[in-house]
């Protein structure tokens, strides 16, 4: 199976930074892409960026200020997915939650956390 965790959410003042990791356990050779994604209350969940194979990808919204990277950890025994947020503004408060893409003997299937609050407010 594949679980994952977020943390580093928080309340931040606009302008400012914020690091959001999720760590991905299981065989990694099960899991492609990953991606985080944010809700707001009364909006619709929608993707921030994603990360497949090196190949990253950022929501218009997220591009030029947030960067995705992931990290192999514990020997290659899990991924750490990373969310470095810069120039963060009011619109970004939203719960925050990775998923990822099951493949191979997990193929079809997709993995979430439980999200981190992400909160921006002078």
């Known amino acids: 199976q594949v679980q994952l965790v977020e943390s580093g959410g928080g309340l931040v003042q606009p302008g400012g930074s914020l690091r959001l990791s999720c760590v991905v356990s299981?065989?990694?050779?099960?899991?492609?892409?990953i991606g985080w994604y944010r809700q707001a209350p009364g909006k619709e969940r929608e993707l921030v960026a994603r990360?497949?194979?090196?190949?990253?990808?950022?929501?218009?919204s997220a591009l030029g200020r947030f960067t995705i990277s992931r990290d192999f950890v514990d020997g290659g025994a899990k991924s750490s997915v990373n969310l470095e947020m810069r120039n963060l503004k009011p619109e970004d408060t939203a719960l925050y939650s990775c998923s990822a893409q099951g493949i191979r003997n997990l193929r079809g299937r997709d993995f979430w956390g439980q999200g981190t609050q992400v909160t921006v407010s002078s």
């Open positions: 299981g065989r990694q050779s099960n899991i492609g892409a």
């Open positions: 990360i497949s194979d090196g190949i990253t990808r950022y929501s218009d």
